[in-house]
């Protein structure tokens, strides 16, 4: 069965820094793969996807990813946090285009003023 | 273009209640997704329907039903409820693209206490 671990339930930055969130899924065949964003009492926000093709992958609010195969990874990555980036952030995973989303169980991202 | 809409937006029930919430799908989808996010967690999904019939469903128990509705719209609804229910409940519209991706838009998502 599909899986997909987020490494740390909260994340802490300083406005200006790096964002790094982790993203580590288990698929026996490539997957379609995923970042969601979650403002309070909101839905979720598709941040950017992996399909085929390139693997870094670039996104909205200057969010990217990279797909590593041989790694099973798709990290997020942002080069300068901003303190409206403060929110709750998914991975998934996809088997195929029809198939339900499955879902890691989110890391609160903070940014520090 | 109208995106994905959810009614109620809180709902407070007591354990052993039934509930129905209520997804208007985005204009032109002809599935929608129904998904359970616990607190502290990541949505798990409940089941899927398209054109009308359920098109696969995750480990939930059968007391959680759903309904598609011709206009595509979409309830899903909880009998004999538990607290354990107590969670957002998200839906999210896709137009079926066969053999490609289904980009799924979620809706804002129902707040569902059960006391």
């Known amino acids: 069965a599909q899986s997909v671990t987020q490494l740390g339930s909260h994340v802490s930055v300083s406005e200006g820094a790096l964002v790094l969130l982790r993203c580590n899924y288990s698929s026996s065949v490539p997957p379609y793969l995923f970042w969601y964003v979650q403002y309070p009492n909101q839905g979720l926000q598709l941040l950017l996807k992996y399909t085929t093709g390139a693997t870094l992958v670039k996104g909205i609010n200057g969010f990217e990813a990279e797909f590593k195969k041989s790694e099973t990874s798709f990290h997020l990555t942002k080069p300068s946090a901003h303190m409206s980036d403060a929110a709750e952030y998914f991975c998934a995973v996809a088997y195929s285009g029809n198939t339900p989303l499955v879902f890691g169980k989110g890391t609160r991202l903070s940014v520090i003023a | 273009e109208t995106g994905v809409t959810q009614s109620p937006t809180h709902l407070i029930k007591t354990r052993g209640q039934q509930v129905t919430l209520r997804c208007s799908s985005q204009s032109g989808h002809n599935t929608v997704s129904w998904y359970q996010q616990a607190l502290g967690q990541g949505p798990q999904f409940i089941f899927q329907y398209y054109r009308e019939e359920e098109n696969g469903r995750g480990n939930f128990p059968p007391r959680f039903s759903g309904l598609q509705f011709p206009n595509y719209s979409s309830e899903l609804n909880v009998n004999a409820l538990e607290l354990d229910d107590s969670a957002l409940y998200l839906c999210?519209?896709?137009?079926?693209?066969?053999?490609?991706?289904?980009?799924?838009?979620f809706g804002p998502g129902t707040r569902l206490t059960v006391l």
């Open positions: 999210a519209s896709s137009p079926f693209v066969a053999g490609g991706l289904d980009e799924q838009f």
